[in-house]
């Protein structure tokens, strides 16, 4: 069963640095998506990516973050310069179409130091 | 407001027996879509199941299944013959359609433990 994958399982990283979440979504989906749990709390939404482009985003989604499908295959998430309040666990997800159900990739947990 | 809310932050239930978790929601959309997804530890998040606003039917997936009550704006997840590998976190979601928006609001979840 086609899957959505997510690299690396963990990250630890120094504030300030910049971070590249990566995200393989299902092959023939469409719409892509980032959300972020912080421990022990709900998952929240981040952004969502489709044709393209941003088509939404969230208010946590400032300047310091940033969404590419470098290539077919790939979509990634970048955070320029990490906060401590940055450390979550960071989820990919992405649909055939909408309003179907998103498929979550295993997550990436960050943690800033 | 919360869009959804889960007010039970911890259940317990016998292996066996049948669970319910519940999930109310608000929305002024008369178009959206709710969803179950699960959390075990190792934090992956399931898709478990889907309700569309206008299915007439309850959802079923196998031993879940989704009491959707829309006039109580209630979509409360049914587990049937609990087993030890139910244990886990639950979330409800819900998408709106209003805008065009795609994105997913989650509850604050409810932890589901089953006993031997």
């Known amino acids: 069963e086609p899957e959505v994958t997510q690299t690396p399982s963990h990250q630890v990283t120094q504030m300030g640095q910049e971070v590249i979440l990566r995200c393989v979504p299902i092959?023939?989906?469409?719409?892509f998506y980032w959300y972020r749990q912080i421990l022990g709390q709900k998952v929240e939404f981040l952004v969502s990516?489709?044709?393209?482009?941003?088509?939404?985003k969230s208010e946590i989604f400032d300047d310091q973050f940033s969404v590419e499908r470098p290539d077919g295959s790939n979509f990634t998430l970048k955070i320029r310069s990490t906060k401590l309040e940055d450390s979550a666990m960071y989820f990919c997800?992405?649909?055939?179409?909408?309003?179907?159900?998103?498929?979550f990739g295993p997550g990436t947990r960050l943690t800033v130091t | 407001a919360q869009k959804i809310t889960q007010t039970q932050p911890g259940m317990f239930v016998q292996e066996k027996e049948a669970v319910t978790l519940d999930c109310t929601y608000d929305?002024?959309?008369?178009?959206?879509?709710l969803f179950w997804y699960k959390q075990p530890s190792s934090g992956e998040m399931i898709f478990l199941i889907y309700?569309?606003?206008?299915?007439?039917q309850n959802a079923t997936e196998g031993r879940y299944s989704l009491n959707f009550q829309k006039a109580r704006k209630s979509a409360n997840l049914v587990i049937s013959a609990s087993q030890l590998g139910d244990s886990a976190m639950y979330f409800c979601?819900?998408?709106?359609?209003?805008?065009?928006?795609?994105?997913?609001?989650f509850g604050k979840g409810t932890k589901l433990t089953v006993n031997p």
């Open positions: 929305t002024s959309d008369q178009s959206y879509g």
């Open positions: 092959s023939n989906h469409l719409y």
């Open positions: 979601a819900m998408r709106e359609n209003q805008g065009g928006s795609e994105k997913l609001v």
């Open positions: 990516f489709y044709n393209n482009e941003i088509s939404e």
């Open positions: 997800a992405s649909t055939a179409d909408t309003p179907y159900e998103q498929y």
């Open positions: 309700q569309g606003s206008y299915d007439e």
